[in-house]
């Protein structure tokens, strides 16, 4: 029988996202790691502008077990931010930003982001 969704892959167990972007970032840096639209990022420059969001949110408080709350429209600064908040040792929350405000005041009260 054929299978259609041959995805398993060997990885690391013991390394975390965050790490293993890293070390792709090292080995491709000059690669397109992310478009949108007409944008693009390298993996070294969302690796670089990932670092320095990542200092900055653990500057404000964001360490493991923290969830961070993220409304945002789709784009490379989505991808940047949600690597960033790996990177700080956070989890993120998605927060759709078309649900009503009483919705979204819900899941943030639900899910304590930010607390």
């Known amino acids: ?14 390394t975390t996202i965050a790490d293993l ?10 690669a397109i790691a992310v478009a949108s639209g007409d944008r693009e990022l390298s993996y070294l420059e969302l690796d670089q502008r990932s670092n ?21 429209e789709r784009s490379e600064d989505l991808v ?9 040792g956070g989890a993120y929350v998605p927060l759709d930003i078309h649900y009503p405000k009483d919705r979204l005041a819900w899941i943030i009260e639900d899910s304590r982001c930010g607390s």
Do not use: C
Not at 21 to 30: I, L, M, S
């Open 1 to 14: 029988m054929l299978e259609l969704n041959q995805t398993e892959a060997e990885y690391p167990h013991n």
């Open 52 to 72: 320095r969001l990542a200092r900055h949110l653990q500057s404000l408080g964001v360490k493991p077990e923290t969830l961070a709350g993220v409304a945002m």
């Open 80 to 88: 940047v931010s949600l690597l960033a908040i790996l990177k700080a």
């Open 21 to 30: 972007f890293t070390q792709q970032a090292a080995r491709t840096p000059d």
